[in-house]
């Protein structure tokens, strides 16, 4: 059983930083693509952020790109996302999310697993 817990969402001023952390417990953590969506209220979920097995390879879409940082420590069985210079459309719930097939994927159908979510909110 593969289970995901977030944490490290809070409330910012727009121009902070924040920094997301996704502890995953399950028997092949360093085999999984992991991925950050979020959804904000009235709004689908959408892809943030995702990164391959090795760390060697992540994606972003192109609203947070050069402030987003998908990274993961794969000792720690961790996966985090750095987030700079927030802004109020920032503001969401944050998932984390894995995958266990190879691949890294953009869509929500293509995770199999899922964190409850750590809110981050940014005021202007």
């Known amino acids: 059983q593969v289970q995901l817990v977030e944490s490290g969402g809070g409330l910012v001023q727009a121009g902070a930083s924040l920094r997301l952390s996704c502890v995953v417990s399950?028997?092949?953590?360093?085999?999984?693509?992991m991925a950050w969506f979020r959804q904000a209220p009235g709004k689908e979920r959408e892809f943030v952020a995702a990164i391959k097995w090795s760390g060697a390879y992540t994606y972003y879409v192109d609203s947070v790109k050069g402030r987003f940082t998908i990274s993961r420590d794969n000792a720690k069985d961790t996966v985090h996302l750095q987030m700079n210079s927030l802004k109020p459309e920032d503001t969401a719930l944050y998932y984390c999310?894995?995958?266990?097939?190879?691949?890294?994927?953009?869509?929500?159908?293509?995770?199999?697993?899922w964190g409850q979510g750590t809110q981050v909110t940014v005021s202007s």
């Open positions: 399950g028997p092949t953590f360093a085999t999984y693509y």
């Open positions: 999310a894995a995958r266990t097939v190879p691949g890294l994927a953009t869509t929500t159908e293509s995770y199999g697993y």
